[in-house]
C-alpha cells in the first residue's frame, strides 16, 4: 500500500474531528519513541524528535502522552509486556525451543526500541522501576522453569538470564539481517546457553587474564576523572552535577573547568579509558593462542575479566556513549568496530559457515550473555564466576 502525501499527514494531524487519524496512532507514537530514546538516550531525547518521527506535530503527540516521563515509562513497558504476553501463550510444559522461540520473536520484532529497558530504565521512578521489576521477574522464572525441566542444573537462574541476555543482545547493535535469520541465530545461541554446564568451565582452555592496570590518579585530571566514573555509574550521567564530581575531589565546581571544558568531557574520558583498557587486554591475550578456538576463548575470557574487574567504567561506557555528541563518539565507535573485528574474525576461522553478519549477532549475543550472567552474580569477582560467564559465552558463540 502506498504511503500517504505530505498534504493528507498534515491533514491528519490537524484535522479537529479525528477522522482519519490512525487508530493505532498510540502505538506508532510508542515505537518512535523507543527508537529515540534507545538511540539517543533518555535525556537527549525530545518530544519534537518523537513527533517527527510519527509525522504528527508536538502538540498533537502532547494530546496523547501530558510529558516526556510518561512517554518514556510507557516504552519501557512494551518490550517486558510484550514478552510475558508472548510467553503467557506459550503452553505449561512446552519445549524450551517454544518458549525461546516466543522470546526472540519479541525481542527481534522490538529491535529498534528495545535498548529502553536494558540502560535507560534507571531513569525510571523508583516505583515504575520496581513495577518492571516485577514484570522481569515473573518472565524470567517462566524461562528459568523451562530450563530446568529440560537442563536441570542448580544455577539460580544464570542459565535463564544468560540465554535472555544472548536474545536481547539484537536490541543493542544496527547489524543488518533479516529478520528471519536473526531469529535462528539467536534462538539457536540460547538454546546452547541453557543446555551448557558453567561450572565446568570452558572447554580447552583455562585462561588467567592479565589486564592492563587502571591508570593510577597521580594527576588533578586523573582525579577527577576517577571521582566521576563511580558517580556516573550509579546515578547516570545526566543527574550528576559537577558540584557532585568537585566535591569528591576537594575543588569548587569553577575549578573543574581547569581541567575539563565540560562535565561531556569528562565522559567522553571516561569512554575512552574504558575501550583503551579492552584493546590492552585484547592484545596481549591474543599473543600467544594456539589457534582460532583459542582465541576465542581467550577472548571470552579478557571481556568477561574487563567486565568484573572494571564494572562501574564498562557500565558507563556501554550506558552513556549514545549521549555523547558526534565529534566525541565517532573515535569510541571505531574502537568498538575494531574490537568486534577481532572477535568476527577469529569466529569465522572456527565457524566457516558463517556468513560476516551472522558472526557479528552471534559476538554480540555473546555480550548480552556476559552482561546478564555478570549481573545474576551482581559482579562479585571470583575465578570461579569468570570461568562460568567465560563458558556461558563460548557456548553462545556456538564452539
Given at each position: 500500500?502506498?504511503s500517504?502525501?505530505p ?7 490537524t ?9 493505532n496512532?498510540?502505538?506508532l507514537?510508542v ?6 530514546f534507545s538511540e539517543r538516550?533518555y535525556h ?7 513527533a ?6 508536538a502538540?498533537?503527540?502532547?494530546r496523547?502522552?501530558?510529558?516526556k516521563?510518561?512517554l ?7 518490550m517486558?509486556?510484550?514478552l ?11 519445549a ?7 522470546a ?5 520484532a ?6 529502553v529497558?536494558r540502560w535507560?530504565a ?5 516505583e515504575?522501576r520496581?513495577?518492571l ?7 524470567a522464572?517462566r524461562?528459568d ?5 529440560e ?15 544472548a536474545?536481547g ?5 544496527h547489524?543488518?539481517?533479516?529478520q ?12 546452547r546457553?541453557?543446555?551448557s554446564?558453567?561450572?565446568a568451565?570452558p572447554?580447552?582452555?583455562?585462561l ?8 593510577v590518579?597521580?594527576?588533578?585530571r ?10 556516573f ?5 545526566v543527574?550528576v ?13 569553577s ?12 565522559l567522553?574520558a571516561?569512554?575512552?579509558q ?8 585484547v ?7 594456539a ?16 567486565s568484573?574487574e572494571?564494572?562501574e ?6 550506558a552513556?556513549?549514545?549521549g ?5 563518539r565517532?573515535?569510541l565507535v ?11 574474525q577469529?569466529?569465522?576461522?572456527v ?6 553478519r551472522?558472526a ?7 555480550f548480552?550473555v556476559a552482561?546478564?550472567?555478570?549481573r545474576?552474580?551482581r559482579?562479585?569477582?571470583t575465578?570461579?564466576h569468570r ?5 556461558l559465552?563460548?557456548s553462545a558463540?556456538g564452539?
Open positions: 500500500m502506498a500517504a502525501s498534504s493528507a499527514r498534515s491533514a491528519a494531524t484535522d479537529p474531528t479525528g477522522a482519519t487519524r490512525p487508530r496512532r498510540r502505538q507514537i515505537e518512535a519513541a523507543g527508537r529515540v538516550g537527549a531525547a525530545s518530544m519534537e524528535e518523537v517527527a518521527g510519527v509525522g504528527i506535530t502538540a498533537a503527540l502532547y496523547h502522552f501530558p510529558n516521563y510518561a518514556f515509562a510507557e516504552c519501557a513497558d512494551v517486558v509486556d510484550g510475558v504476553t508472548a510467553l503467557d501463550a506459550v503452553p505449561p510444559g512446552a524450551l525451543a517454544d518458549v525461546f522461540a516466543a526472540t520473536r519479541i525481542t527481534v522490538h529491535r529498534a526500541s528495545g535498548g529497558y535507560e534507571r531513569y525510571l521512578s523508583r515504575d520496581r513495577r521489576g516485577a514484570r522481569f521477574d515473573r518472565l522464572e524461562v522453569e523451562a530450563v530446568q525441566r537442563h536441570p542444573r542448580p544455577d539460580e537462574r544464570l542459565r535463564a538470564m544468560a540465554a535472555l541476555g536474545i543482545s539484537i536490541t543493542m547493535h547489524t543488518s539481517i533479516a528471519r535469520r536473526a531469529e535462528q541465530l539467536l534462538l539457536a545461541s540460547a538454546l546457553v541453557a543446555a554446564d558453567p561450572a568451565g572447554q580447552g582452555a583455562h588467567v587474564v592479565e589486564l592492563p592496570a587502571q591508570p590518579p597521580r594527576t588533578r586523573a582525579q577527577i576523572l576517577a571521582a566521576a566514573i563511580p558517580l555509574a550509579r546515578d547516570g550521567f543527574s552535577t559537577n558540584g557532585q564530581i568537585a566535591e569528591a575531589v576537594g575543588l569548587t565546581p575549578a573543574l573547568y581547569r581541567h575539563y571544558p565540560g562535565k561531556i568531557d569528562i567522553a571516561a569512554c575512552l574504558a575501550a583503551g583498557l579492552l584493546a590492552q587486554g592484545e596481549r591475550s591474543l599473543r600467544e593462542v589457534g582460532p578456538y583459542d582465541g576465542i576463548v581467550a577472548l571470552a575470557a579478557t571481556y568477561v575479566a574487563y568484573f572494571y564494572t567504567l564498562n557500565s558507563v561506557a556501554e552513556e556513549v549514545a555523547l555528541p558526534t565529534g566525541l565517532r573515535p571505531l574502537a568498538q568496530r575494531e574490537h568486534i573485528a577481532v572477535w568476527e577469529q569466529l569465522r576461522l565457524r566457516p559457515e558463517l556468513d560476516p551472522q557479528r549477532v552471534l559476538v554480540h549475543a555473546g548480552g552482561v546478564e550472567a555478570g545474576r552474580f559482579w562479585q569477582d575465578p570461579g570461568e562460568a560467564v567465560t563458558a559465552v563460548v558463540l564452539l
